[in-house]
């Protein structure tokens, strides 16, 4: 009798977390731009994108972003994998958009269809990818000490105004600092929470009963790891001389920046030029 066939294993691969505020270590000319003309360049470019969404900007943007992760060697491994939900709840927002229909419209047959509705919802879909990856790029070149500095640099006009733009940089600093410590925290804390042992419930009534105490149990522990991380930052700040250290250090942009941020205006302005002339 022949041996029994091994089973199979599964060669489904997990799926990739996303990865954010952790810049990818390869060195490259995007990774050493000064951190506020990365934050410039996204503000300009959210700004054109918010009065002129049109394909034209967006192609451009687009192009623009493709470009710097190529020099950045931003490798695919960093893109999180799209959940089969997401691709469901897109396209059933695709097909009840068609159904707004609206200029161009073709002709299928007998039928008159307007493709309006449908296009529309296209372009929102493609400006918000835009700027998911503008954002990344930001994260993935960026290191998160280097964003403070560069905060109280560009709002240092605003200190004429009474302005805390230091205090406001620390706590942005501070806040993008501790955003994937917790993140990791609150994983560890969820998958300790799924290996415990739970009673099967015999009742809908217990299975809510159950929910809710565990949402309970959930929130309580993660307040407590938070508060005890902060703890840690502030006794670990105070070592280092107090918040003041965080944004005093020297933030200055080099001749690479201004090559950059000319690259930058360039696109947007022929973005805006070409979306005034199309839509004259």
């Known amino acids: 009798m022949s041996a029994p066939a091994p089973p199979r294993r599964s060669t489904r691969r997990p799926p990739r977390p996303v990865v954010l505020l952790r810049p990818i270590p390869r060195g490259s000319v995007v990774h050493d731009l000064w951190a506020g003309t990365k934050l410039v360049v996204v503000f300009t470019i959210s700004v054109l ?26 490798p695919r491994g960093v893109l999180p994998s799209v959940p089969r939900w997401l691709w469901i709840m897109v396209a059933i927002g695709g097909l009840t958009a068609a159904f707004a229909g609206g200029h161009p419209v073709i002709q299928v047959g007998t039928t008159t269809l307007g493709l309006g509705g449908l296009l ?5 879909t493609a400006l918000s990818i ?14 998160v000490a280097e964003i403070a500095p560069a905060v109280a640099t560009l709002g240092r006009p605003l200190r004429w105004l009474r302005v805390p733009v230091d205090e406001w940089a620390v706590a942005l600093a501070l806040a993008l600092r ?32 159950r929910r809710a105490l565990e949402l309970i149990d959930l929130l309580a522990t993660a307040i407590t790891v938070t508060l005890r991380r902060a703890d840690e930052m502030g006794d670990a700040i ?28 360039v696109v947007c302005g022929a973005a805006l030029a070409a979306e005034l002339i199309l839509g004259a």
């Open 130 to 143: 835009v700027l998911l990856g503008l954002g990344a790029m930001v994260s993935w070149t960026t290191n």
């Open 178 to 209: 501790a955003f994937p410590m917790l993140i990791e925290e609150f994983r560890v804390l969820y998958a300790a929470r799924r290996l415990r042992p739970k009673q099967i419930p015999h009742s809908r009534r217990a299975r809510r009963r």
């Open 238 to 265: 105070t070592a280092r001389g107090g918040t003041g250290q965080i944004s005093a250090a020297p933030s200055r942009p080099k001749l690479v920046d201004w090559v950059a941020l000319s690259i930058a205006m």
């Open 49 to 74: 994108l918010t009065f002129y969404p049109g394909w034209v900007s967006i192609g451009l943007v687009a192009a623009l972003i493709l470009v710097a992760a190529r020099i950045a060697h931003i």
């Open 120 to 124: 529309n919802f296209l372009r929102i």
